[in-house]
């Protein structure tokens, strides 16, 4: 089977494709990320058709479709799950969706004991969970993805944290998060990555991250986990960054 995955829920767009069986037997043939201005609506269709150019795929031979949904940027959530619903809807190719945290942590090291993935939501908040790797070396959330307080979470993950265990945390700009962490958890130790590993990076998808079939992805909607009032309207009364998938998809 050949597999496209994409994210556009931060200012990184990220796609990657691979063929094979999943999650175990499988070859990744190209992946990509790259930072924007975010927008994510004239560059994720361009991206998707020069990801497929170089391993010489058409949109028709892709067999299945991963995306990011988040949480994340409110409208760029929605341009990449609204892209992935069109495609499949319009081809009857099965839809999957991953999580967009658990596609930063897929950059930790399969030897931490835990690792926590942050978006900052602003105001000392956060999009935030705490995953583990399980046997397989596959990321399992142990706390699931949720907008919140930083410091409420961080007490809320104490009981999973033994002392002098170590917990790898994810983001940009996270350097308050850290320093939250490092008063809360005084004896774990804490692995910091906050560089360009630490975007959504769509190959992670590929072995590392579980997802889910969507059963009607006509019905996908994105985990925005928090999303305000203020945001929604400003997202959708603006056009410098929409989508309008009739004209951008060709599927041949």
Do not use: C
Request: a negative charge; glycine letters at 4%; proline letters at 5%.
């Amino acid at each position: 089977m050949k597999f496209i995955t994409f994210d556009s829920s931060t200012k990184a767009l990220s796609v990657a494709l691979a063929e094979g069986e999943l999650p175990t037997d499988f070859t990744i043939k190209a992946s990509t990320t790259t930072l924007g201005k975010r927008q994510h609506g004239q560059t994720l269709a361009p991206a998707v058709e020069n990801i497929l150019k170089q391993v010489d795929w058409k949109m028709s031979d892709i067999d299945a479709i991963i995306v990011g949904n988040g949480p994340g940027s409110y409208t760029g959530l929605r341009i990449g799950v609204t892209f992935a619903k069109v495609w499949a809807n319009a081809t009857k190719l099965p839809l999957y969706s991953v999580s967009s945290l658990a596609l930063m942590a897929g950059s930790a090291s399969k030897q931490t004991d835990f690792v926590l993935p942050i978006m900052d939501a602003r105001r000392q908040t956060a999009y935030t969970a705490l995953y583990q790797y399980d046997n397989q070396a596959v990321l399992q959330a142990v706390e699931y993805d949720q907008h919140i307080k930083f410091e409420e979470f961080l007490a809320k993950i104490k009981k999973h944290i033994n002392p002098n265990r170590e917990l790898t945390l994810i983001g940009t700009d996270i350097d308050e998060f850290v320093e939250m962490a490092s008063r809360q958890l005084p004896t774990t130790k804490l692995i910091v990555i906050d560089d360009w590993n630490a975007y959504p990076h769509t190959v992670h998808a590929f072995g590392k991250v579980p997802w889910t079939q969507i059963e009607e992805p006509p019905l996908l909607a994105p985990n925005y986990a928090h999303a305000t009032l203020a945001e929604q309207e400003w997202a959708e009364k603006s056009d410098s960054d929409t989508l309008n998938p009739d004209e951008l998809i060709d599927f041949k």
